[in-house]
């Protein structure tokens, strides 16, 4: 999966809101619509999405499937987005050093 895929997909407040509720612990369709107040086709369509980007997966357990976070995915996202924390961790050390520069003043 690209990293483009995976902000695309994360572009979703709603599919944010449920990789929010699986990295509490896996779990049912039914436990995700309840505590999203959203409906049950509705979560089904965002799980698929989020399957289809690899940022979950799901396991048979009875007659439900349980779904999990894949964090592969998101540790490449997050390699992806480290230059960007970078670039912005510099323009802070910037803006603090000026902003001491001025009370020293």
């Known amino acids: 999966m690209s990293s483009a895929t995976a902000l695309r997909t994360l572009a979703e407040p709603n599919r944010v809101a449920i990789l929010d509720l699986l990295r509490e612990r896996e779990q049912p369709v039914g436990d995700l619509v309840d505590r999203l107040g959203l409906s049950q086709p509705a979560v089904s369509k965002h799980l698929r999405v989020l399957k ?3 940022l979950v997966e799901a396991r048979v357990d009875a007659q439900r499937r349980l779904y999990r976070v894949r964090p592969e995915p998101l540790l490449e996202l997050d390699d992806w987005l480290a230059p960007y ?5 510099q323009r802070l050390d910037r803006l603090e050093d000026h902003l001491d520069a001025r009370r020293s003043t």
């Open 52 to 54: 289809e980007a690899g």
């Open 85 to 89: 924390r970078q670039l912005w961790e």
